[in-house]
C-alpha cells in the first residue's frame, strides 16, 4: 500500500507542477489526470475519484483537440471500466 500512497503523491505532484506552469486546461494536465485517474481505478479501487480525474482529463482534450483525438481511448476505456463496475455494485 506505501507504494500506491507514493505513486498517488507523485502524480498530484506532477499535476500540480503542470497546473502551475501551463495552466489548469491544459492538454498536459490532462494526460496527468488520467495517469492518476488510471492509478484510483484500477490499483486503488477509488471509483469516485477516478470518474471525477476522468471527467476532467476528457473536458480539457476536447476543448484542446476535438473529440477525434485518439488520446482519449484511455480515458474513455477507464471510465467505461468503472461505470460497468459502479453499476454491478448498484444492483
Not at 500506491?4 to 491544459?26: F, M, N, Q, T, W
Not at 492538454?27 to 476522468?54: C, M, R
Amino acid at each position: 500500500m506505501k507504494r500506491l500512497k507514493d505513486a498517488e503523491e507523485l502524480h498530484l505532484e506532477a499535476i500540480r507542477i503542470k497546473s502551475c506552469i501551463l495552466g489548469d486546461d491544459d492538454p498536459e494536465v490532462a494526460v496527468s489526470l488520467g495517469h492518476l485517474a488510471s492509478l484510483y481505478n484500477y490499483d486503488i479501487k477509488d471509483y469516485l475519484k477516478a470518474e471525477d480525474l476522468y471527467h476532467r482529463g476528457i473536458k480539457i482534450c476536447l476543448k484542446h483537440h476535438g473529440d477525434l483525438y485518439s488520446g482519449l481511448e484511455y480515458d474513455y476505456t477507464g471510465k467505461q471500466q468503472l461505470t460497468s463496475f459502479l453499476n454491478v455494485s448498484k444492483a
